[in-house]
């Protein structure tokens, strides 16, 4: 499976963005999917993930409410919709996928990532 993640960039604290990821492959309904972050000078952490089917999701607690996850499976894409984005949501996004029916938050726990794109907030 490949991936391509896309739709970062800055934004003002407040605002919204959406990101993309497309998966090559046709068993992309086999896969959950995820989305983690890294900030500068941090390790990459969890931020939400989607089960195949797409009626299953899970947050991190610093982005619930704010942050929504989703698919569309006859586009092999997954999205996470960004809304009142913070500066602390400053970070480089990477989509990934893993080969199981169940949710998982560690990143040891996929299989694929995506390259990675970066979202600025600014104050």
């Known amino acids: 499976v490949q991936l391509q993640a896309s739709g970062g960039g800055l934004v003002q604290a407040g605002g919204s963005l959406r990101l993309s990821c497309a998966a090559s492959?046709?068993?992309?309904?086999?896969?959950?999917m995820a989305w983690f972050r890294q900030a500068p000078g941090k390790e990459r952490g969890f931020v939400a993930a989607?089960?195949?089917?797409?009626?299953?999701?899970y947050y991190a607690d610093s982005v619930k409410g704010r942050f929504s996850i989703s698919r569309d499976n006859a586009r092999n894409t997954v999205y996470l919709q960004m809304n009142s984005l913070k500066p602390e949501d400053t970070a480089v996004y990477y989509c990934a996928a893993r080969s199981d029916r169940y949710l998982a938050l560690t990143e040891g726990s996929y299989d694929y990532w995506g390259q990675g794109t970066q979202v600025t907030v600014s104050s």
């Open positions: 492959g046709r068993t992309f309904s086999g896969y959950v």
């Open positions: 989607i089960r195949g089917s797409g009626r299953s999701t």
